[in-house]
């Protein structure tokens, strides 16, 4: 059954609305999946935007969202809720996925796979059709309204066999891809964030491509959007573009002295 919720009027229209620029068709997907109330995966490297997506579609369809950064430590009682001694009497006190489900918002799970296991045990009954939230120790079932939405994240780059979604996880969600946008897509976000010349933004998106072509040879994870747009930021706020990508681009990709005057040698030669 579709859900009929109505959704806001246009970006324009409101200046709070998180600016997303869409790079294929995940804006019409996700509208989509949640008027049909399913879940989705958003699977892709850290800094390309997945976050905004969420915050602008939350906005988008009008629905409240809670968003949680799992951590090792993350348990399913944090998303939940728990009872808190208060005042000397305990009250029970709703975790964000208890209180997305209760007020049909979205819940957006970022890098579910670092989270306990115990969390995927507190999901799965969200992510069929009974869309159902049993929390033990209310005695409560807590069945989810229309306009609830369960959203995770991963990034498949940081995959170990230990911190991996289980296929019987993964196949719960409609999945789609992320990676960084296209180099005229990603300089337009970059000036679009940052105020800095669409020429700039294009000459450091052509810097990123150098510095990503490392990725796997001497570096880990390829320099992120988010790496981008602080570069732009200072570069924008008047620092030297060779000093504001030591700061942005070289220092937090690598502490490998060799490999830091690679990247620094890069950027002194795109430059
Ligand atoms: P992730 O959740 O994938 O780690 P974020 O959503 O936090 O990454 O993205 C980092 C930053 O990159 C955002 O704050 C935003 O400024 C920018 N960004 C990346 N992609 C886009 C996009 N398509 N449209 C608008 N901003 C983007």
């Not at 579709?2 to 009027?9: D, F, S």
């Not at 229209?13 to 008027?35: H, I, M, Q, S």
């Not at 229309?146 to 995770?152: A, D, H, I, N, T």
């Not at 994240?153 to 999945?175: A, C, I």
């Amino acid at each position: 059954m579709v859900t009929r919720i109505a959704t806001r009027a246009t970006p324009d229209a409101d200046p709070d609305w998180p600016y997303y620029r869409p790079v294929g068709r995940e804006c019409e997907l996700f509208e989509l999946a949640f008027r049909h109330r399913l879940p989705l995966l958003l699977k892709g490297p850290t800094g390309c935007g997945k976050t905004r997506f969420v915050a602008h579609m939350a906005a988008r369809l009008g629905r409240p969202l809670h968003t949680v950064a799992c951590h090792d430590d993350l348990t399913a009682a944090d998303l939940t809720g728990r009872h808190l001694l208060q005042g000397g009497e305990t009250r029970w006190s709703d975790g964000p996925l208890t209180r997305a489900v209760r007020e049909g918002g979205i819940c957006y799970l970022d890098e579910v796979v670092e989270a306990r296991r115990d969390v995927t045990v507190v999901i799965h009954p969200l992510t069929d059709d009974r869309r159902l939230l049993p929390l033990e120790r209310t005695g409560e079932q807590l069945h989810a309204p229309p306009g609830f939405m369960l959203v995770v994240s991963y990034n498949p780059g940081y995959q170990h066999v230990l911190k991996n979604l289980k296929p019987s996880t993964r196949q719960r969600f409609v999945s789609i891809e992320f990676d960084f946008p296209p180099p005229a897509v990603e300089a337009e976000v970059l000036a679009a964030e940052s105020g800095l010349s669409g020429e700039r933004c294009a000459a450091l998106v052509n810097l990123a491509g150098r510095l990503r072509a490392l990725k796997g040879r001497d570096l880990d994870e390829g320099v992120s959007t988010r790496l981008l747009i602080y570069c732009a930021t200072l570069v924008q706020a008047g620092m030297p573009i060779d000093e504001a990508a030591q700061y942005t681009l070289v220092e937090p990709l690598s502490d490998d002295p060799d490999i830091r005057a690679a990247l620094r040698e890069l950027i002194r030669m795109t430059f």
